[in-house]
């Protein structure tokens, strides 16, 4: 909220507000603030991002603002201005505050200090500081870059080791300090000494003072490098009889290849004979079986373009073939696998050009532009304000919004596929393992003991994962039941959304889970289902006969889809739902705000995006693109696009 309120024009920022001094047993402290001038009503304004740093609910706070002109003199005699915050239940740990605009009356304030006076919790106790206290400022503490990179790394692989729920690594700043009346954990907030945990962060103090001792990781880290060259002679052994293997292969071929020649010398005498047998064999062949032929062979150059990972040609190729062999499931692998070619965000545009670089149009508010060194990108992801690629190569990037650090990518690899909520990132490996970063409040990004993972999907507050043998795994806010799918079997896909979960099985049933005061989980007479999109409030079924079904919040008509036909691919939004017919024309209900549903006239499509903004991309089988709806921001401007796609010609 203070970044959205900063990148505001009729808000000049003025200055950062950090906390420089603590009081012992405080309740709560200052995650982040600024002072704002409000260009249009001539008052400052004192915004503040509050934690609850104690173990017990809080319901009301109490502020006192000492305020400061630029040459950091007192400005009102009287010393301070009080500000309180009415009407909470903020949880242990949890941020507060930040949605109130607290007006100074004096708006020549440029500095300000800020003094906890009363705290009082759910339970009724109160917490106070009648005098006013502001606290000492704690010795500085030393980075912990200091131990150097290699025992800094193998504290981090401890961490990940430790399971710790709810506390992210990325608080690991600073080397922690133990005094006789406190201790100073390794996010720099300062505990009494009775905390076993860190008040602020949530990290285990006897862990924290374990794990960044010198010694003892200097310790762990020869083991770690111990099983790592064993892992490694492990592999070349591997490797070494591979290759050995393959040679024997090669010579054995070599032998079936001079066998064959022979072959053919001997009965060439043979064969000539009966070429006019052999004509009328093929004009027969021709006449009666070349359909299914042709099937067999525009499958195989979709299957070999699928492996060059040319898939916009393999999706038009596999669009042509209806139902045949298991033509289903490689469009499912294209349409989920392997992200996609457009994608939309709020307020802007994203393409995929077949060079494997990435082009965008439309906002640029939190650098959505600087996507224009990438190269061997495979695949692009769009959230609030982000952009995400997979490389050819697994690893990823990220730009744009980060407030959560969730665009902190640039160390993954051997990633496969990832799913993005407005919060978090996640990514699955190719062994089946998943990581995640951003947001955790909720502990989402819990997922690094997961294994065996098939399929992920991220959503605000949760992530789900699929396992290969088609059970289901959930971390995160679980509140609505919405994390509880340990009993679900035979599963082939996920959709995780705001509150629930639905999950596909083999047989073509739904299941779901979680908040349904939209009957948004209304899913159980479902049947030969073959693919699903959670949404907000509604749920999408794409069944195999290319008919929609949907269920949950239709105030806008985004279910009226009872009448579609022929449907392959369906991108619902909040209040719209946009289907992709497989002639390549595309079908669209709901509100048509902005108009962002007049696609009725578009030819020729092969993918769609919708999610994320007020207006609907199509990208066309000849590489160009079009686009409908809201264009404030630019994010339709894409009439000179061209050459979107993989290796489109």
């Known amino acids: 909220m203070i970044g959205d309120i900063m990148a505001n024009e009729r808000y000049k920022h003025l200055s950062d507000i950090v906390q420089e001094t603590f009081i012992l047993g405080c309740p709560v402290a200052i995650e982040k603030g600024a002072l704002l001038s409000d260009t249009v009503n001539n008052t400052t304004i004192l915004r503040l991002r509050l934690k609850n740093a104690s173990k017990k609910s809080i319901k009301f706070l109490s502020i006192s603002a000492y305020m400061y002109d630029a040459a950091n003199d007192s400005i009102i005699k009287s010393k301070f201005q009080e500000f309180a915050y009415l ?151 591997e490797n070494a009889q591979l290759a050995e293997e393959k040679k024997v292969q090669e010579e054995i071929q070599k ?98 050009n077949s060079d494997r670089t990435v082009v965008v149009v439309g906002t640029n508010e939190y650098g959505q532009y600087n996507v224009e060194k990438w190269t061997d990108i495979i695949g692009i992801k769009t959230t609030y304000g982000n952009i995400i690629g997979l490389k050819s190569n697994g690893t990823v990037m990220a730009v744009g919004y980060s407030e959560d650090e969730q665009s902190n990518v640039e160390k993954w690899t051997d990633i496969i596929a990832i799913s993005v909520s407005g919060g978090h990132i996640v990514g699955l490996k190719s062994d089946g393992t998943v990581v995640a970063v951003g947001a955790n409040k909720y502990g989402e990004c819990n997922v690094e003991k997961w294994r065996d993972i098939k399929a992920i999907s991220a959503t605000d507050r949760n992530t789900v994962g699929l396992k290969s043998d088609g059970t289901a795994i959930a971390v995160g806010l679980n509140e609505d039941g919405q994390c509880n799918v340990e009993d679900w079997s035979d599963i082939e896909d996920i959709s995780a959304s705001y509150r629930y979960t639905v999950g596909l099985k083999e047989d073509g049933t739904v299941v779901a889970v979680g908040t349904n005061e939209a009957g948004q989980c209304n899913v159980e007479k479902w049947r030969d289902v073959i693919g699903i999109k959670a949404n907000y409030s509604n749920t999408f079924g794409l069944k195999s006969d290319g008919t929609v079904v949907a269920v949950g919040s239709n105030g806008a008509g985004q279910c009226n889809v009872e009448k579609w036909t022929d449907i392959i691919s369906i991108s619902p939004d909040s209040d719209f739902t946009v289907g992709l017919k497989s002639n390549g024309t595309v079908v669209a209900v709901g509100s048509n705000k902005f108009g962002r549903c007049n696609v009725g006239e578009w030819t020729g499509i092969i993918d769609i995006s919708t999610v994320g903004g007020d207006h609907t991309v199509g990208l066309k089988s000849d590489g160009t693109v079009v686009a409908v709806g809201a264009n404030q921001e630019g994010q339709c401007n894409v009439e000179k696009w061209t050459g979107i796609g993989f290796s489109l010609k």
């Open 255 to 352: 032998e079936k290849e001079i066998i064959k020649k022979n072959k053919i010398r001997k009965y060439t005498k043979i064969i000539i004979p009966i070429v006019t047998v052999l004509v009328s064999i093929i004009i027969i062949v021709t006449t009666v079986i070349m359909p299914p032929i042709i099937q067999s062979s525009n499958y195989d150059k979709a299957i070999n373009l699928m492996t060059e990972e040319k898939y916009s040609e393999a999706k038009l190729l596999l669009n042509s073939l209806g139902d045949y062999k298991d033509t289903e499931d490689f469009l499912k692998q294209i349409n989920e696998k392997y992200l996609n070619t457009i994608a939309t965000g709020n307020g802007y545009t994203v393409g995929l």
């Open 87 to 237: 009407d909470l239940e903020v949880k242990p740990q949890d941020s507060f505050g930040d949605n109130q605009a607290n007006i100074l009356i004096e708006p020549n304030t440029r500095k300000v200090k800020i003094i906890f006076t009363k705290v009082v919790f759910t339970n009724e106790e109160v917490w106070r500081n009648d005098a006013q206290e502001i606290g000492v400022n704690f010795p500085e503490q030393e980075s912990i870059e200091k131990i150097g990179s290699d025992l800094l790394s193998q504290c981090k692989r401890e961490f990940e080791l430790s399971g710790m729920s709810g506390v992210s690594s990325q608080n690991i700043k600073f080397i922690p300090v133990l005094q006789d009346e406190y201790w100073q954990c390794s996010c720099g907030y300062p505990n009494n000494n009775e905390d076993k945990t860190c008040l602020y962060c949530g990290m285990n103090k006897e862990w924290i003072f374990k794990n960044t001792d010198i010694i003892g990781l200097t310790e762990k880290l020869k083991e770690y490098n111990k099983k790592q060259e064993e892992l490694s002679e492990k592999q070349r052994i």
